[in-house]
């Protein structure tokens, strides 16, 4: 990925993060994704009275996506209010895993604009054992 669509990625997640509605938890989370077509779409977390019916922004994001129609992620950027580095979480991976491949490049992003990259496979090292439920 070139600089100029990386530091795009990243604002996009950054910008995501503005319209996290999360009164309950005060966490902010912002996602971006790269489509192999070169589009970005993102998302931020939003949450619900009833606790667990949170969505994090990295599934908002993908999903953006995938009702865009878009079917292969090829990097992922994800940033929050705190000083370190944030990860998506076993749901986000797992999501993550039906559009991405171990070579997706996942770009944690902290509060500061510091970054970090590691490759999806790393993160989520299962083969996807369910390959075979797609058509
Ligand atoms: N959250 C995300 O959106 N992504 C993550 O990677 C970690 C957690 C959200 C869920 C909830 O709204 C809040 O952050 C606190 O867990």
Known sequence: MNKHLRD?????????KKTSYSPYSKFRVGASILTSDGEIFSGCNVENASYGLAICA???A????AFAGKRKIVAVAVTSDEKAFITPCGACRQV???FADGNAEIILVSAAGKTKSVKFKKIFPTPPA???LKK
């Open 96 to 98: 993550l895993s039906e």
């Open 58 to 60: 990295e599934r908002n």
């Open 8 to 16: 795009q990625l990243i604002q996009r997640a950054v910008d995501a």
């Open 130 to 132: 369910l390959e075979k």
């Open 62 to 65: 993908v999903f953006q996506a």
